[in-house]
């Protein structure tokens, strides 16, 4: 009798085991460690200019699936649609409806997690997939060494780190777009027809994640020729395509409401937004810049201004390493070209380049896995506490300027540029956003007037609305005093976050307030990242 | 190999810690600045410029040296009048126009205090200083000078100037949007008891400075009159400063 039940306990408990030790459970354990870092790193990161208006069109994208349910038929007709989803047609719904259902569930209904946390939830969860799928993909193609070294990588990636914090989209689709490379693979290795789905699901997913996942098939499908040509690989992984066409039109039609009218008018005016994206202002080395042609070397120097230089060397290592192994140039072509198309396309003049890394940062995965290849082989054969320390070593770097730099993640600058200052010194961008200003809040609650009217600059409304709904800013304040001259000239308090093209805006303020002595200033390794000016008492 | 292949990634790893601490560890401290900003102080004369490189530690310097550095010397558009001139700078930076014979140069902590003498030129008139109510701290390449602004069409006119060897005119395109709006050239004609003395052509290149000879006015008053036209107006938001030098 009690062998009997002891049995079934015993292989239940095998059974967990071994499915705890599959690279599945391995890879979602790595997810949820780093998605517990940024859940606790995105506490202090102030709100940025974007994910402001996704904190709004997210509320209006949970209200309109909330409305489907209470009455489909109001939901349904287009002027409900255009209402909720018209605002912001710049990228897909699936982000935002996630956004809002985030922050509708976790916040209002259960109170689980503030307002902003429940807005940036899903991007932190999606975006920390990518570890996980880095150590898949690193795991099948190399060893499990790779993989682990590959997710390290990655998630010690200074500016990933940052941006995979915010309720915004970039490092979402980094991780679909992953997700897609990672399937496609499988379907060349074995082609068949549950990894064409599985791949042409994921296509859908990372066309309504963001934009950049359009240039996925072009990639893919001339690494497919090669395959098939050169490495003679099997032809009817060619349905690959098939599933990618039918799952990428499918999801992103299919989940977003605003396209189900005039379907290919919407399309293309969704497509137009960015052929004919607005030239927003950047600084590169000194100059800026806000109109074609943009500097050819920018996402390359950025790139290597930004990223750790070890992970950088250990990229161009594990490059030539799969390269040179049997059969594996097909994989070097792989990763090769999905880190550095996205490069490309940023380095053609007419790209606008004003998010700094974040419009390429789909390609710093493929950059994570080379050097996980080559960070494994390095620390082949050492015993397991030696290996462990080479791998920490080699990810010291990024840990320590994520780290270091957070709550200014924009502003990190690796070694090779000198860090902030000697970014500073090259006349680098900064920051954007507007997001840096949320250290100060705690400052302003406690030492400033009752219903002060501040200026706050490139901190937009929404964000500053969030701050007061959160608590973390007192509601007495004024709200936006305005734009510009006029904003300042009704302030009693004025935030200056430094860019170039925002030099005119400390100007006004001296001319308004009458004085050039800032009260307050905050910096990151002696660089200011908010200047803070009161005008004085008459 | 692959021991000497790990042993290189390790002591690459530390080595791009030890540079990133080191970076952190080199940043002047509040009490540094403090510091300087007491010594000069204590040492500075009325008359004194004080400046601050590399220019993105600006804010921190106003921050710290306060009521010393005003807008007018913050955004101070000829420093040629000024014989002594406080440089405070960190990173070995340098301030461009901080040439002169050095006579006193002393760090706290990294911060590093310069005092250059130059021979200073005499301003017998200053017409941005003339003007209080048009006169503003315009943005001419990113950088702050207190100017008079003027549109294209307009004439500027300043009666019984003391005249002197030289006007000193510096000026340039306001405002980053105005230079990417256009690039045309605008002229300011700069006549003297009616005689046009000179055209000087401004354009987006930032400030520029020029000096008009006007020795043969020197020595009595004159009615000095400022004009500028440009054959497209639009966008061009110029800013000038200009003074008599003795």
Redesign the interface.
């Known amino acids: 009798m009690t062998d009997r039940s002891v049995r079934p306990a015993r292989s239940l408990a095998r059974m967990l085991a071994r499915a705890l030790r599959s690279d599945y459970a391995i890879a979602l354990g790595l997810s949820v460690i780093w998605m517990i870092f940024l859940l606790i790193a995105q506490r202090g990161t102030g709100f940025a200019r974007d994910e402001g208006f996704y904190f709004h069109f997210g509320r209006l994208a949970w209200e309109w699936i909330a409305e489907l349910f209470r009455n489909p038929s109001a939901a349904l007709k287009i002027s409900s649609i255009d209402q909720h989803f018209g605002g912001n047609f710049e990228h897909p719904a699936f982000m935002k409806m996630l956004f809002g259902a985030s922050e509708a569930l976790l916040h209002e209904r259960l109170g689980l997690v503030s307002i902003s946390t429940g807005f940036r939830l899903p991007g932190i969860v999606i975006s920390a997939l990518a570890v996980g799928f880095c150590y898949l993909f690193g795991t099948e193609v190399d060893s499990r060494r790779a993989g682990l070294c590959a997710a390290l990588l990655y998630a010690a990636l200074p500016r990933v780190f940052f941006h995979a914090q915010l309720a915004a989209f970039d490092t979402a689709v980094a991780t679909t777009g992953l997700a897609v490379v990672w399937a496609y693979w499988r379907a060349l290795r074995e082609p068949r027809l549950s990894r064409f789905i599985v791949c042409g699901l994921f296509y859908g997913v990372a066309l309504a994640t963001k934009l950049n996942a359009f240039f996925l098939p072009p990639i893919l499908f001339v690494h497919w020729l090669v395959h098939v040509s050169v490495g003679r690989g099997d032809r009817r992984s060619f349905w690959v395509f098939v599933a990618m066409a039918i799952g990428g039109p499918l999801i992103l039609i299919g989940h977003w409401p605003w396209v189900w009218t005039d379907t290919f008018s919407r399309l293309g005016q969704y497509l137009s937004f960015h052929l004919h994206h607005h030239y927003y202002?950047t600084a590169y080395f000194g100059k800026?810049y806000?109109?074609p042609p943009g500097p050819a070397s920018y996402a390359f120097v950025l790139t290597a201004f930004t990223t750790?230089?070890?992970t950088l060397?250990?990229g161009l290592a594990g490059l030539v390493l799969v390269w040179r192994a049997r059969a594996r140039y097909q994989i070097a072509l792989l990763w090769g070209l999905n880190f550095l198309v996205p490069l490309l396309i940023i380095a053609r003049p007419k790209t606008p380049i004003f998010g700094g890394t974040k419009h390429w940062i789909n390609a710093m995965p493929f950059l994570a896995l080379f050097a996980g290849v080559a960070?494994a082989?390095?620390?082949?054969?050492?015993r397991r506490p030696?290996?462990a320390?080479?791998i920490a070593?080699?990810?010291?770097?990024g840990v320590?300027?994520a780290w270091?730099a957070h709550p200014f993640g924009l502003a990190q600058y690796?070694?090779l540029a000198?860090?902030?200052?000697?970014a500073?010194?090259h006349g680098m961008l900064r920051q954007f956003w507007g997001y840096p200003v949320r250290p100060l809040l705690p400052w302003m609650n406690e030492t400033l007037p009752v219903g002060t009217q501040i200026y706050w600059h490139d901190t937009n409304y929404e964000s500053v609305a969030t701050y007061k709904q959160q608590g973390l800013l007192r509601k007495d304040f004024g709200g936006d005093t305005g734009w510009e001259e006029q904003g300042i000239s009704a302030s009693r308090l004025a935030l200056?976050i430094?860019e170039?093209?925002f030099?005119?805006i400390?100007?006004w303020i001296?001319?308004s307030y009458?004085?050039?002595?800032?009260?307050?200033?905050l910096?990151l390794?002696?660089?200011?990242m908010v200047?803070v000016y009161r005008r004085p008492p008459r | 190999m692959k021991r000497a292949f790990a042993l290189c990634v390790a002591l690459a790893g530390l080595a791009e810690v030890g540079v990133q601490t080191a970076i952190y560890l080199h940043v002047p401290s509040e009490a540094s600045w403090d510091a300087a900003a007491a010594y000069v102080r204590a040492q500075v004369q009325p008359g004194d410029g004080i400046v601050f490189a590399p220019h993105w530690v600006d804010p921190i310097g106003r921050l710290h040296f306060g009521d010393l550095v005003s807008v007018e010397e913050a955004a101070r558009p000829d420093r040629s009048r000024q014989a002594r001139l406080w440089e405070v700078s960190i990173r070995g930076a340098r301030y461009p126009e901080a040439v002169g014979q050095v006579t006193d140069d002393r760090s706290f902590g990294r911060v590093r205090v310069r005092r250059i003498e130059r021979p200073a030129a005499k301003v017998l008139f200053d017409f941005t200083a003339a003007m209080p109510e048009r006169r503003h701290v315009g943005e001419i390449d990113f950088l702050p000078y207190l100017c008079l602004p003027a549109r294209p069409g307009e004439t500027l006119t300043f009666k019984d100037v003391p005249m002197g060897a030289s006007i000193a005119v510096g000026g340039g395109i306001a405002d980053f949007q105005s230079r990417y709006d256009s690039d045309a050239p605008v002229t300011l004609e700069t006549s003297i008891d009616g005689e046009r003395l000179s055209d000087q052509s401004f354009d987006n290149d930032g400030w520029r400075r020029v000096a008009l000879d006007t020795a043969r006015f020197a020595g009595h008053p004159a009615s000095v009159q400022f004009h500028l036209t440009a054959a497209r107006p639009r966008s061009r938001t110029f800013c000038f400063h200009a003074e008599v030098h003795q």
Request: proline share 10%; aromatic share 2%; net charge negative.
């Open positions: 202002n800026n806000n109109r750790p230089l070890v060397l250990l960070l082989r390095a620390t082949e054969g050492l030696l290996a320390l080479v070593l080699a990810a010291a770097p320590v300027d270091h690796s070694a000198g860090g902030v200052p000697g500073a010194d200056v430094p170039l093209h030099a005119k400390e100007q001296w001319n009458g004085t050039a002595t800032p009260i307050r200033i910096t390794d002696g660089v200011p200047t």
